[in-house]
Nanobody, 122 residues
């Protein structure tokens, strides 16, 4: 069993930064992880992931130059540094453990955290 706990969300103004953390416990083996986000009434949207021993990263195009995903294997923690935040980044952000398959599909992830709210005001 794997447990994922997100933290770091909050209310900020446009242009500000936030760093989300996702602490993993249980049978994680390798931290192949992704971040998704969801707003009410919409599908959960892929944001970024970090995969493999080398930590290859992938990003949603609209966040590619503003967000950075990273991981600390010693701490079993994955981070999402979010800079230059925009109101359209407002969502609940979830981390998830990648299990295989198409990397930007939520079905490719087997365990999910409870989510952390990010609100960006204009």
């Amino acid at each position: 069993q794997v447990q994922l706990v997100e933290s770091g969300g909050g209310v900020v103004q446009a242009g500000d930064s936030l760093r989300l953390s996702c602490a993993a416990s249980g049978r994680t083996f390798t931290l192949n992880m992704g971040w998704f986000r969801q707003v009410p009434g919409k599908e959960r949207e892929f944001v970024a992931n970090i995969l493999g021993p080398g930590g290859t990263t992938y990003y949603l195009n609209s966040v590619k130059d503003r967000f950075t995903i990273s991981r600390d294997n010693a701490k079993n923690t994955v981070y999402l540094q979010m800079d230059s935040l925009k109101p359209e980044d407002t969502a609940v952000y979830y981390c998830a453990l990648y299990r295989g398959g198409t990397t930007y599909l939520s079905a490719s992830y087997s365990y999910w955290g409870q989510g952390t709210q990010v609100t960006v005001s204009s």
